[in-house]
């Protein structure tokens, strides 16, 4: 397994703009979350795709934030008008179907300046 | 609604001490998942085991072992004796059994293991 690869790494914005990151997930992986953590707290689910179908968002997925995994492979998180409340570690996961075994990405380190 | 508690924040042991994280969680589900993940300060999560609800034989990997009891809706973790690349964030999770897979996880706040050597 080359690993869950996650771009970019750090992020800085300035309020207002409009951020996306990438998640590479391990290759025979059909099933792809996007969590959000921030500083002593746990990750919170954002949403999961088995495959290309986005099939379930938590209510923290508000409507300024997309997710897309276009040809079942890699998936782009999207955060329009970017709030200093946005500010936090993103991470992506993958699994195989079937197993429970969520294997994560380093994250994506976003600051709202 | 699910929740898990981890209620010790911080944790300090002497290498080769034994040490017990708690965690503690609720549901209403008859059927749901418990994990441990381990987060070193490179920030990647790792996972550590899955337990299902009618699973409660406890384990043992290694230095590792878990002990499940619902009757006091607990999943505990003991390193034995335990060593500095132990240092670590470990979060406590939970899923419900009906999604498929398609539910996320539920995670506490984490215990912050600090090994000294």
């Known amino acids: 397994d080359t690993g869950v690869s996650q771009d970019p790494r750090h992020k800085i914005t300035k309020r207002g703009q409009n951020v996306t990151f990438r998640c590479d997930p391990i290759s025979e992986h059909n099933r792809l979350y996007w969590y959000r953590q921030t500083l002593g707290q746990g990750p919170e689910f954002l949403t999961y795709?088995?495959?290309?179908?986005?099939?379930?968002k938590s209510r923290l997925l508000s409507d300024r934030f997309s997710a897309e995994r276009p040809k079942g492979s890699f998936s782009t998180l999207e955060i329009q008008r970017t709030e200093q409340g946005d500010s936090a570690m993103y991470l992506c996961a993958s699994a195989r179907t079937g197993t429970e075994k969520l294997f994560f990405g380093s994250g994506t380190q976003l600051s709202v300046l | 609604a699910q929740k898990v508690t981890q209620a010790q924040t911080e944790i300090s042991v002497v290498e080769k001490e034994d040490v017990t994280l708690d965690c503690v969680y609720e549901?209403?589900?008859?059927?749901?998942?418990l994990f441990w993940y381990k987060q070193p300060p490179s920030g990647e999560l790792v996972f550590l085991i899955r337990r299902n609800s009618f699973d409660e034989q406890n384990e043992i990997s290694g230095r590792y072992s878990w002990n499940f009891q619902k009757s006091t809706s607990s999943f505990n973790f003991t390193i034995t004796a335990s060593q500095v690349v132990d240092s670590a964030v470990y979060f406590c999770?939970?899923?419900?059994?009906?999604?498929?897979?398609?539910?996320?996880?539920?995670f506490g706040k984490g215990t912050h293991l600090i090994i000294q050597p």
């Open positions: 999770a939970l899923r419900q059994g009906a999604g498929g897979g398609a539910d996320g996880l539920t």
């Open positions: 549901t209403r589900d008859t059927t749901y998942y």
């Open positions: 795709f088995q495959n290309e179908a986005q099939l379930e």
